[in-house]
């Protein structure tokens, strides 16, 4: 039931956007007629959040023939000029990719009502406003089984890039999982402050290493590249990635991914958009949708206990059928990404 297969597709088409994604002008895209754009808080080169969201953008160009453009934000205000500027030049689609963007896109929003605005991780709607929200709890209880069954200590850790209410949420539904399996396990909880810092995101992980945690659930973007490296250095700990397929980053310590399949998200909402049948709501994506799931590194699995395993594909089976959906008490998950 759970999925091994190396998504080779998603990781050379995240390389390539390292070279083609634009950083400087929204004027900058590729040819068509049907415009989308896409607005990421890190770089596109991070095999993971940003990454995934550039490979999205690059489906609804080959399979839409969709002009596209990308542009990598710095600061908070560069998300209103940018969807301005957008709107400005008649994109059909502009998607501003993280929660962080939803007070921006609900100001330009009105301005340009023939655009449709998009939030991932969002709640916001209005008259051409939607948002996109992941269900990222399932996937990360299941991870959360994983690490319990890895760990030799009883301490397992989180390292995020910032505190954001997505992040939170993953974060516990993992906890949950690890408790479900051994209610003695102790999570250790670290935040970076940013999406890039790749030598921060090495730091928390060797600190967290020292504490003797030795399973290490990475939510951090670029900065999580400093996690894997962590315990590469260290020979002694496991990582598990998020938000794309991260097996193949670095195969020797990575026991699986959280992976959200934001091609095929973003393909989904962009064919609304283009035939004009697109209704602004909140999108629910999650495991049972097959867009958010927990995926093993086929390099690492004869690691895992054969019971381990099996109470994760049974548990996974239910969340399929609808049988079982892990919730976060609103006060935990609403602490902050």
Same mark, same amino acid.
């Given at each position: 039931?759970?999925?091994?297969? *190396? &998504?080779?597709?998603? #990781? ?16 900058? *895209? ?7 754009? &896409? &607005?990421? $808080?890190? $770089? ?5 959040? =940003?990454?995934?969201? !550039? ?11 969709? %002009? @596209?453009? =990308? @542009? ?18 008649? !994109? ?5 990719? +993280? ?10 929003? $009105? ?9 991932? #991780? ?17 996937? *990360? !209880? ?39 399996? =051994? ?6 909880? *670290? ?24 399973? @290490?659930? %990475? ?6 590249? +400093? ?15 998020? =938000? ?59 690691? @895992? ?33």
């Amino acid at each position: 039931m759970i999925s091994t297969k *190396s &998504l080779l597709v998603v #990781s050379l088409a995240t390389l390539a956007a390292t070279a083609c994604a634009k950083t400087k002008s929204p004027a900058d *895209s590729s040819a068509g007629n049907f415009k989308v754009a &896409l &607005l990421t $808080p890190g $770089p596109v080169s991070d095999q993971s959040w =940003n990454g995934g969201a !550039y490979t999205g953008l690059t489906w609804i160009r080959d399979s839409l023939g969709a %002009q @596209i453009s =990308n @542009i990598q934000t710095k600061t908070p205000a560069e998300f209103d000029e940018n969807f301005r500027q957008y709107g400005a030049q008649d !994109y059909a689609l502009v998607i501003g990719h +993280g929660f962080e963007y939803q007070d921006a896109a609900r100001r330009v929003a $009105p301005e340009f009502p023939k655009t449709t605005y998009l939030t991932t #991780s969002g709640s916001t709607t209005g008259p051409n406003l939607a948002g996109i929200t992941f269900g990222f709890a399932d996937a *990360s !209880y299941l991870a959360g089984l994983l690490a319990a069954s890895m760990t030799k200590t009883n301490k397992i850790g989180v390292i995020g890039g910032q505190e954001l209410p997505p992040v939170v949420e993953s974060f516990k539904a993992f906890e949950q999982g690890a408790h479900a399996a =051994n209610p003695a396990i102790k999570v250790v909880y *670290s935040y970076i402050g940013n999406w890039d810092d790749v030598n921060a995101g090495k730091e928390q992980a060797l600190a967290q290493l020292a504490q003797g945690v030795d399973v @290490i659930f %990475q939510n951090a973007d670029a900065a999580g590249i +400093g996690v894997f490296q962590a315990a590469r250095e260290r020979k002694n700990a496991y990582v598990i990635g998020s =938000n794309s397929n991260q097996n193949g980053v670095a195969p020797d310590v990575t026991l699986g991914s959280v992976v959200i399949d934001l091609p095929l998200a973003f393909l989904k909402i962009a064919k609304e958009v283009k035939a004009g049948t697109f209704k602004p709501r909140v999108v629910e994506f999650g495991e049972a949708d097959h867009v958010v799931t927990l995926v093993l590194n086929p390099a690492l699995q004869t690691r @895992i206990p054969a019971a381990a395993k099996a109470r994760i594909d049974s548990t996974q089976t239910q969340m399929l059928a609808g049988t079982l959906t892990i919730t976060i008490p609103h006060d935990s998950a609403a602490a902050k990404k």
